[in-house]
């Protein structure tokens, strides 16, 4: 049976000559039939060499993600504020220990971990910054995206923390019907909060944080990164407590 991977090695050769500059008359992004065939042979006569030509590629992309994660890391402790950017934020002003979510309010991992993340930040607000990213798993999630940005639009009027919190209790009702209701409830200007959503700011926002999320490599969700320590999934409360007593301690 062929797998997937199988059935994508003519594409990955015909990028990987290209790369290697083979086809010295250009490369197109639609190659002939005849050519994938050819493609097809030298794999057949030639199968180790493909599979360190994909293990080299594998190695090239992890030292690369490897390097992005580093680099973020360092920031994260020399300029906390670039790594916040526009974000909204919770807790400590002074910035010292920043506890970065990447986060769907679609995924139900998510909002297992709301409860939890709420938890730790009553017992540290005065310790720790809580940064909120935006990381919709659109493919997945019908109304991650859609909730974004309504929490956007409710972030321009300072109330983004508990538009955050409502959608989380809400998340089996997302849709326009509760974006609006949980709007007006928080007394927002809702002329405004719809033009905000519906924004390209709101886009340009979101997509931001998305690539920040590609960069390092983050595909699912929720995602932590705090002082340098990362956690994936819906931590519990003591493996947070345990991760802030290690960033103490090594402060």
Not at 14 to 43: A, H, K, R, W, Y
Not at 205 to 211: G, N, R, S, V, W
Request: glycine share 6%; proline share 4%; aromatic share 8%.
């Amino acid at each position: 049976m062929i797998n997937s991977f199988q059935r994508r090695l003519p594409t990955l050769m015909v990028t990987m000559l290209c790369t290697l500059g083979i086809l010295v008359n250009g490369c197109s992004s639609t190659p002939s039939s005849d050519f994938e065939q050819q493609v097809l042979q030298v794999i057949r006569n030639n199968p180790e060499v493909i599979l360190e030509s994909v293990q080299a590629y594998q190695e090239q992309q992890q030292n690369q993600l490897s390097q992005a994660r580093s680099s973020f890391l360092q920031q994260m402790k020399t300029q906390p504020r670039a790594i916040i950017g526009d974000s909204p934020t919770l807790g400590a002003a002074d910035a010292e220990i920043v506890l970065v979510e990447f986060s769907d309010f679609q995924c139900p991992f998510c909002r297992r971990a709301h409860g939890t993340i709420r938890e730790f930040m009553n017992r540290h607000q005065d310790q720790v910054t809580l940064v909120f990213k935006h990381l919709p798993l659109s493919q997945i999630h019908s109304e991650a995206l859609p909730a974004a940005k309504a929490s956007w639009a409710a972030q321009q009027q300072g109330k983004f923390w508990e538009y955050q919190n409502a959608l989380f209790e809400g998340q089996d009702d997302l849709g326009e019907a509760l974006y609006e209701a949980i709007a007006i409830s928080l007394g927002l200007d809702l002329e405004q909060f719809n033009r905000d959503r519906n924004s390209d700011g709101a886009i340009a926002a979101i997509e931001q944080d998305l690539q920040l999320a590609r960069v390092l490599g983050i595909s699912g969700t929720p995602f932590f990164i705090m002082n340098g320590e990362t956690l994936s999934g819906a931590v519990d409360l003591s493996t947070l407590e345990e991760t802030l007593a290690e960033v103490i301690a090594r402060e």
